[in-house]
């Protein structure tokens, strides 16, 4: 009975690492980073606790993890370089990055609201300025923000 519930687990971690490994593009990569950013910024601060949990994710996404550190840090350099200047501007380019993956499939398109929302919640408030960032970034990718509590 054991070896049939290891192989049971077994047989799921494969089927969700064999899942996950079909999203590993570039776009989706830059797509979750993109999220991210525009989260950390969209109530005007990047708190501590958002900056420690995105360098986490950079690292232990199951989709991130995929990628060399340093190409996923120049992307989220490249958008907080735009945020320097303006915030708005910031927010904009993050939904551009959105428009790589609008024709991907919805299982990945889902996967990329659930990281920003992930990191929206990292710092114990989910602020109505991210909520409102993440409601256009899922309009941007066709998906339903209330399902997301958006």
Avoid: W
Wanted: net charge negative.
């Amino acid at each position: 009975m054991l070896n049939f519930l290891k192989g049971k687990l077994d047989d799921t971690v494969a089927s969700f690492n064999t899942g996950v490994a079909k999203f590993k593009t570039r776009e989706t990569a830059e797509a979750i980073v993109a999220i991210m950013t525009g989260v950390s910024f969209a109530d005007g601060a990047f708190e501590p606790e958002e900056r420690k949990k995105m360098v986490q994710a950079f690292t232990k996404h199951q989709i991130l993890s995929q990628f060399d550190f340093s190409v996923l840090k120049r992307k989220h350099d490249e958008l907080v370089d735009v945020f320097d200047l303006d915030i708005d501007e910031g927010l904009v380019a993050c939904l551009r990055e959105l428009q790589d993956v609008v024709k991907a499939p919805q299982e990945q398109r889902e996967a990329i609201l659930r990281a920003g929302v992930m990191l929206a919640k990292a710092d114990g408030e989910f602020e109505e300025e991210e909520k409102a960032f993440l409601r256009r970034c899922a309009k941007t990718l066709g998906l339903d923000s209330a399902e997301y509590g958006l």
